[in-house]
């Protein structure tokens, strides 16, 4: 391994990509391959310093090379290819594979495929050549003094579930926060520095490694729920980057973001310092944590929550299919309809998503709902969400067969957790290659023109609006925090993606970029005075600080300079991105 290793350094990092193109100085961090880089004897002294070996990750795929003869389990490799949990594990690999890669100015590309056949090398790509599998803050403060003396470009990562492939970098130096499992619940919470009186009740504090599904088990085991985000296989960061981007749930209508629901947090900054945030020390940078931005600020320790009684709550599931590869009439019908009572379902207390998809062997397109209703009962589900429902059959009874409804499920469920263990996939694929679009769409543009709303909408390809604004999320203060502002207007999140095969030519990407640019800009003529939610959005945004902080970014970026004075912290369309190229290498 150690073999292949130097190989694929070698073919990967010092051809031209890194030292030969950019004139490092005081200005630019140091990356792999530049003469400023570390030695190994000073890497060797911070090993001495940290509680695991240093990382050295590698592409996923690197055990299928060379192609004749694998270095690895390649059978393991392309059996585990798509599970998030495996992705997860492993420190050289993203949810998204396209953020492996890396593509140099003229157009060629550094990658590590999983598809041999292509006859491309394997080399580095954009993932970290070495890091710290950091255990505890000590070895978090080892690793950012080393990288803040070393001037280097420092990544933060936990599962990888990085939709804008913040969490990796070519040349980078990663702290890795994945194994920071501790879990500890509390009968009674008292931040630290408040009054006594100053205490709540049943709260949990998750380390920054802790995933969805073991966060659920836990609280779940105290007969309690927690806003938490849903993906399959609940592979997502429980403390990570989610919560720091704002942190939306299907159970944000009842209990608010993500980051209404935070007591306190720990993070060490660049300098080394350990700091405790809530709601009575280091104010300000408590502000910036709720949904400022991951990756921004310093490396988060920890997450306290606000847990929540468990609850029964009614399950709705609508599944269509139509005969077309573009949405057709009927399908447009059913689709306005929904946009038409999003409001309705919102003050009715439901929560959920629909999608418009097409078959993954036909192409042809559907919509399916998903959707549930806290502490509701079946009479009020018909009289709300039963319209949309009953919109479908008739549309479906018309015997034209341009519309099916395979499945129209209203039903009782007895805990969130049962629902969430039962409805949702407890396995999570990943490993694709795509790009996104997304903006909040507050409740009067959807008021006010449902049917423009309808028709701006579905023709974006792979699209799904999230109804978790509203309720909870709109009765808290803009001001209160550093998440963007617009959510507290917002009713629908929109998503849109596209997505690719490896090995695409990069002509072709460029075009699907191109058309994701397109679509935003009429998805963003809706509601120009809205924004984008951090974590879910398009990298692409003419106006990345805006888009994403609205009013706030001048306040967290006064609150960046003071706790990460040095820019150790930099991500793509970050808070203090603006002040550095695009490869966030060298200040501008």
């Not at 969430?420 to 769409?441: D, E, I, V």
């Not at 959005?537 to 888009?547: F, H, I, M, V």
Request: proline share 6%; charged share 15%; aromatic share 8%.
């Amino acid at each position: 391994m150690h073999s292949l290793r130097s190989l694929i350094l070698s073919c990967g990092l010092l051809l031209c990509a890194i030292s030969g193109t950019v004139g490092h100085s005081s200005q630019c961090r140091c990356l792999f391959g530049d003469p400023c880089w570390p030695s190994s004897s000073e890497f060797a002294r911070l090993a001495e310093q940290v509680s695991r070996p240093l990382l050295q990750p590698l592409p996923p795929a690197s055990p299928c090379y060379p192609a004749s003869e694998p270095s690895g389990n390649c059978d393991e490799v392309r059996q585990s290819w798509s599970n998030a949990s495996w992705r997860a594990n492993q420190p050289g690999a993203m949810q998204g594979a396209n953020f492996e890669t890396f593509v140099f100015q003229n157009d060629t590309t550094s990658a590590c495929f999983l598809n041999t056949g292509l006859g491309i090398p394997c080399t580095q790509g954009s993932v970290p050549v070495t890091g710290v599998d950091a255990r505890n803050d000590a070895d978090i403060q080892a690793a950012v003094t080393f990288a803040a003396s070393n001037n280097l470009r420092v990544v933060v990562k936990s599962t990888g579930h990085d939709l804008s492939g913040r969490s990796t970098a070519r040349g980078s130096f990663m702290i890795w926060t994945h194994y920071m499992k501790d879990i500890t619940f509390h009968d009674k919470f008292s931040p630290d520095g408040a009054p006594p009186s100053a205490t709540h009740d049943h709260a949990i504090t998750l380390g920054a490694g802790v995933q969805w599904q073991e966060a659920y088990e836990a609280v779940n085991a105290k007969d309690r729920v927690l806003v938490g985000g849903l993906s399959a296989g609940g592979t997502v960061g429980a403390a990570s980057g989610w919560v720091l981007g704002g942190g939306h749930s299907i159970l944000s209508p009842s209990f608010g973001l993500g980051v209404d629901n935070v007591l306190q947090f720990t993070m060490i900054s660049s300098n080394g310092t350990r700091y405790v945030a809530n709601a009575h020390q280091n104010t300000d940078l408590f502000f910036a944590l709720r949904g400022g931005g991951g990756g921004t600020y310093g490396v988060v320790t920890s997450v306290t929550y606000q847990t929540h009684p468990n609850f029964p709550l009614i399950a709705a599931v609508l599944s269509t299919s139509t005969d077309s590869l573009t949405p057709n009439p009927s399908l447009q019908a059913l689709f306005t309809e929904f946009v038409r009572i999003t409001p309705n379902l919102s003050d009715a207390g439901w929560a959920g998503f629909v999608s418009v998809t097409p078959d993954a062997s036909t192409g042809a397109l559907g919509m399916s709902a998903f959707y549930i209703l806290p502490n509701g009962t079946a009479a009020q589900a018909n009289e709300t969400i039963g319209h949309l429902f009953n919109t479908a059959q008739t549309l479906s009874a018309t015997g034209d067969n341009s519309l099916a409804v395979q499945t129209a499920l209203i039903t009782p469920v007895d805990s969130f957790f049962t629902w969430y263990t039962t409805f949702f996939p407890q396995t999570g694929t990943s490993g694709t290659s795509g790009a996104l679009g997304s903006w909040l769409l507050p409740r009067d543009v959807i008021e006010q023109d449902p049917d423009r709303v309808a028709q701006t909408l579905i023709p974006l390809t792979g699209l799904t609006a999230l109804m978790v604004g509203g309720g909870a999320v709109s009765r808290v203060d803009p001001k209160a925090m550093g998440v963007n502002p617009a959510w507290r207007t917002a009713l629908l999140h929109t998503i849109f993606e596209t997505g690719w095969a490896e090995g695409t030519p990069i002509s072709v990407i460029n075009q699907l970029v191109d058309q994701v640019k397109q679509n935003m800009t009429t998805l963003r003529a809706l509601a120009p005075n809205s924004g984008a939610y951090f974590n879910e959005a398009s990298l692409y945004e003419p106006d990345p600080q805006r888009a994403f902080f609205g009013d706030n970014r001048d306040t967290l970026k006064a609150i960046k300079r003071k706790y990460d004075p040095i820019d150790l912290f930099v991500v793509n369309e970050g808070i203090g991105s603006d002040d550095w190229d695009a490869s966030l290498v060298c200040r501008l």
